[in-house]
C-alpha cells in the first residue's frame, strides 16, 4: 500500500449526492451513465460501472458518496464528471455503493 500525504487527500471534493437518473451507457454493456444531484446548481453527469450489480430501479432516487472534483475523462465516448464510491469484493463479484448512514443533503461534505 502507497501511503500519501493528508494534503494530497484534503485535495479530493468529497460529498453526498442523490442519483437523480439512471440511464444505459449507449456503447457500453456494463456501463450506466448517472445523473447526481450534489447540491449544487448543475447537476453532476457520472459514468459507473454497476450494471453488472445494480437494476437502474435499485439506483435512482439513492444518496450515494462521490468524489465531484476529478478532472473529466471520456469513458467509452461519454464525458465522466466524477466518480461514485464503492466497496468491491476481492473476486470482484460484489460491489455495494457507499452510502451516508443517517440522512444527509445533497453537496454534505465528507472529511
Known amino acids: ?7 494530497d487527500f484534503r485535495k479530493l471534493d468529497i460529498r453526498v449526492g ?9 456503447d457500453a454493456d456494463k456501463l450506466y451513465v448517472l445523473i447526481v ?5 448543475e447537476d453532476k ?3 459507473a ?3 453488472e450489480h445494480y437494476k437502474k430501479e435499485e439506483l435512482e432516487g439513492k444518496k450515494a458518496i462521490f468524489i465531484v472534483n476529478l478532472k473529466g475523462t471520456k469513458i467509452r ?12 469484493s476481492n473476486d470482484k463479484k460484489s460491489v455495494s455503493i457507499l452510502q451516508p448512514e443517517k440522512e444527509m ?7
Do not use: Y
Request: hydrophobic share 40%.
Open 1 to 7: 500500500m502507497t501511503e500519501i500525504p493528508i494534503e
Open 18 to 26: 442523490t442519483i437523480v437518473k439512471v440511464e444505459d451507457h449507449p
Open 37 to 41: 444531484d450534489i447540491g449544487e446548481d
Open 45 to 47: 453527469l457520472i459514468v
Open 49 to 51: 460501472g454497476l450494471k
Open 77 to 88: 465516448g461519454v464525458e465522466s464528471e466524477g466518480m461514485l464510491l464503492a466497496a468491491v
Open 105 to 111: 443533503d445533497e453537496g454534505t461534505r465528507i472529511s
